[in-house]
């Protein structure tokens, strides 16, 4: 259980860390094209504008349809993770630490599952971008 919640972990701080790196570039690379546009953007800069709205509505509904997904998965893990605590009687230390670890697992399943649309679309937005198409 503790190797899985590791894994997640690593997994959301991996997520994270290249975000931190990918969002500004994107965002230098549609700010300066915004400027560069000035007030009569060409069709090509407003094709970009458009899709950068589109990909936001976009991301944000897969993100939150991947949430209610884990949270419904979270919630039977921890069921699960539950009942076996539960059945061994007395309830031993052993049992509820692996209690914890599963809701652990669980809450950073749901947020790593929320991220993952977020982050794959600034990932490709920065390769785009840095590409110049």
């Known amino acids: ?16 860390s290249e975000m931190a790196w990918a969002v500004p570039q994107v965002i230098q690379q549609r700010v300066g094209r915004m400027i560069a546009a000035g007030p009569m953007p060409s069709a090509v800069d407003q094709r970009e504008f458009y899709r950068m709205g589109a990909e936001k509505v976009a991301a944000f509904q897969e993100s939150w349809m991947a949430a209610g997904v884990g949270v419904i998965t979270a919630q039977q893990e921890f069921a699960l993770a539950w009942m076996q605590a539960m059945m061994t009687l007395p309830c031993q230390p052993q049992s509820i630490n692996q209690l914890f670890s599963a809701g652990h697992a669980a809450a950073l399943g749901v947020v790593g599952a929320s991220l993952a649309p977020v982050h794959g679309r600034a990932m490709g937005n920065a390769r785009r971008l840095r590409a110049g198409t």
């Open 1 to 16: 259980m503790q190797a899985r919640v590791n894994h997640r972990s690593r997994q959301l701080q991996r997520q994270v």
